[in-house]
């Protein structure tokens, strides 16, 4: 191995789960590499930038960040800046960055990060600017190191890319074909997490309901869960995302089957109108939608259905907006991801003439998160007096000194003055909810 006059790394990360473990695996090649981390930028000398396009506000602050490195480049001549990730993988966008700001070193896609301890060493050899690109992936590349930010929980994609193609999405065009990971790969990978003393894996795939279907082998994302949850003793297990089109009774047989698997869909309904669901391509009803989640909710006992929606796709009408909030009204969900649609170049939806205006984009997401806020905090103040299952985590990010840990269906648990080890599973009496968090106290004999 080359010996490095350079010592330490920084990666900055936008975007989704999927993006944070691609920078763990970032990490973990630096690492191999002999790089240390580096808490700020500015004292960095290799600094990577992994980059999200799925709306312009990521873009944005990802502009701005690449104007702050600038300036910290100059204060140390010697750093060597990379950036990849999803908005690299667009070749029009890398190419443009690429001619723009001169003190980016290397520039890679989605596809290209095994690359990266090459791209490195050349670009402190050959001192030569490069841009790594390639139009798909070929396959899956195995067996890259992982650095990981939590020795608690750990992200294990099952699946790379989407096939879905979703009218509003960038998503497909920079991830590429779905391709999934075999299933003793993942076995093998869980099981590893587990001797280094992981409590809780989080399967990550666009849509894991379609895992398998690329496969000769036959598996389903069920058949998956099963596996795992029969060969490996993983305390707790879940998934991400489900895209309600391919929600099969399997999976909800599953779940109840297995005490490992915990009780949380994240299921993004989008939109509450059918002219919009049609239009945005997601092949279901809003009755469909209402049907699953009925069903979810009567055969899973306390589970959590968490959600994506978007208001101010093209063409949405004042009635189209009130199915929306109407089915949300419906569905209580847990918690949502709220969105202003945002064109995005290179898809169907952002070539509609029909685009809505900003104001009424604003006033609409405004009356959505009201009303989802109420229903959050319903919810959670309803907790009050419950026990829940927690895994403790450690220190909470927003309030350090105090520990925080989540439910099996996902919230945020505070436990202000308790002493207890992180890693462990422990039942909590909810003494407090709030829009953001629970409270809660250990119960007796714990
Ligand atoms: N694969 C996941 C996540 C995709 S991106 C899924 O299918 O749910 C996460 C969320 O960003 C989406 O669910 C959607 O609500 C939102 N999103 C995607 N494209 C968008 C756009 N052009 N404008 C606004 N929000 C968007
Ligand atoms: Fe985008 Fe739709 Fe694929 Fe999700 S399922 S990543 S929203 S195209
Ligand atoms: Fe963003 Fe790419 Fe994820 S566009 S949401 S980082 S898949």
Redesign the pocket.
Known sequence: MMVNKLQSYHIITFG?QMNEYDSEVMAGLLEQMGYQAAPRPEDADIVLVNTCC??QSAENKILGLIGRLRKYKKARPHMVIGIGGCMTQQKETAQKLKERFPHLDFIFGTHNVHELPDLINQSLTKKKRLLAWHPESAGIPEGLPVKRNSGIKAWVPIMLG?N?F?T????PYVRGRERSRRPEQIVQEVRNLISQGYKEVTLL???VNSYGQDLDSGINFAGLLRLLAEETNIPRLRF????PKDFSPELIEVMKTYPAICEHI?L?V?AGSNKVLQEMNRKYSREYYLALAEKIYREIPGVAITT???VGFPGETEEDFAQTMDIVRKVRFANA?M??????RG?P??ERSDQVPDEIKVERIKQLVETQNRITLELNQAEVGRVHEVLVEGTSKSNPGVLSGHTRTNKTVLLEGQHIAPGQIIQIKITRGTLTYLEGKPVAGF
């Open positions: 989704c799925v709306r989407c879905n979703c509003y999405c960038i998503v795939g666009q849509n991400v995302t489900s895209h994240h993004p989008q994506d929606i978007m991801y969105f202003v649609y945002n064109p995005r898809t939806a952002a």
